[in-house]
C-alpha cells in the first residue's frame, strides 16, 4: 500500500496546458483501468473530477481529460484558468477492494 | 443533491477512543459502497476503509488494522467509523464518501477533525 508518486508542483500561465502524472506499479496503477482524479482548493473537500481512468462525471469540464499508459496515468487540464489552481491527487484501484492515493500535486496559475 | 455530513470529531488522547458518524441524503444509502479518507494537516489524502453496500465486506488500509472498526446502519442512512487506540499520526480531517462506480470515491462530504494529543 505505497502511496502513488506525482510531482509535488507544476504551474502554467492561463489558457496554456499542463500534465500532472501519477506513477504507479503493476499491482495498482498498471493492473486495472481504475484511477480516478480529484481537485481540492484549500480548506475544502475533495472533487471527483475523472474515474476509470479518462471518464468524466457530470458537470466537470471537458477541459480536463485523463489518460494512462502502462503504470502511469495523467490528468490534462487545457486552457488553464485561474480557477484551476488547487492541489489534485490521483487514486488507484489496488486490489481487494482497497485503494491508494497519490501524493498530491500542486498547480499554480502564473 | 448528494449530502454528506461527518460528526464526532474532537480532541482525544493518545490510547484513547473516538466515534465518526456520516449521515447521507440525496440518495439510496443501501445502494453503494461507503468509504473514510484521511487528511493529516498539510498533508495528502489517505484512503482508511471502506465497506459494502450491505455491510458484508469491509477493508482496511494497513495502518489502522485492528484498531479502526467502518460499519453502516442502511435504516439510519448512516456510516460509522469507530476508532481504538488512536496515535498522534492518526490525527487528520476525516471524509466520508460514496461510491461512483463501486468503490471508487466520489460524493465527498466536508469533513471533522480528529485530533490526537495529549
Known amino acids: 500500500q505505497s502511496a502513488l508518486t506525482q510531482p509535488a508542483s507544476v504551474s502554467g500561465s492561463p489558457g496554456q496546458s499542463i500534465t500532472i502524472s501519477c506513477t504507479g506499479t503493476?499491482?495498482?496503477?498498471?493492473?486495472?483501468?481504475?484511477v480516478s482524479w480529484y481537485q481540492q482548493h484549500p480548506g475544502k473537500a475533495p472533487k471527483f473530477m475523472i474515474y476509470?481512468?479518462?471518464k468524466r462525471p457530470s458537470g466537470v469540464s471537458n477541459r480536463f481529460s485523463g489518460s494512462k499508459s502502462g503504470n502511469t496515468a495523467s490528468l490534462t487540464i487545457s486552457g488553464l484558468q485561474a480557477e484551476d489552481e488547487a492541489d489534485y491527487y490521483c487514486?488507484?484501484?489496488?486490489?481487494?477492494?482497497?485503494?491508494?492515493f497519490g501524493g498530491g500535486t500542486k498547480l499554480t496559475v502564473l | 443533491e448528494v449530502q454528506l455530513v461527518e460528526s464526532g470529531g474532537g480532541l482525544v488522547q493518545p490510547g484513547g477512543s473516538l466515534r465518526l458518524s456520516c449521515s447521507a441524503s440525496?440518495?439510496?444509502?443501501?445502494?453503494?459502497?461507503m468509504s473514510w479518507v484521511r487528511q493529516a494537516p498539510g498533508k495528502g489524502l489517505e484512503w482508511v476503509a471502506n465497506?459494502?453496500?450491505?455491510?458484508?465486506?469491509?477493508y482496511y488500509v494497513d495502518s489502522v488494522k485492528g484498531r479502526f472498526t467502518i460499519s453502516r446502519d442502511n435504516a439510519k442512512n448512516s456510516l460509522y467509523l469507530q476508532m481504538n487506540s488512536l496515535r498522534a499520526e492518526d490525527t487528520a480531517v476525516y471524509y466520508c464518501?460514496?461510491?461512483?462506480?463501486?468503490?471508487?470515491?466520489?460524493?465527498w462530504g466536508q469533513g471533522t477533525l480528529v485530533t490526537v494529543s495529549s
Open positions: 464518501a460514496r461510491g461512483f462506480v463501486g468503490a471508487t470515491p466520489g460524493y
Open positions: 440525496g440518495f439510496t444509502f443501501s445502494s453503494y459502497w
Open positions: 465497506i459494502k453496500q450491505d455491510g458484508s465486506e469491509k
Open positions: 503493476s499491482s495498482d496503477v498498471g493492473s486495472y483501468n481504475l
Open positions: 476509470e481512468d479518462s
Open positions: 487514486c488507484s484501484y489496488a486490489g481487494s477492494s482497497t485503494f491508494v
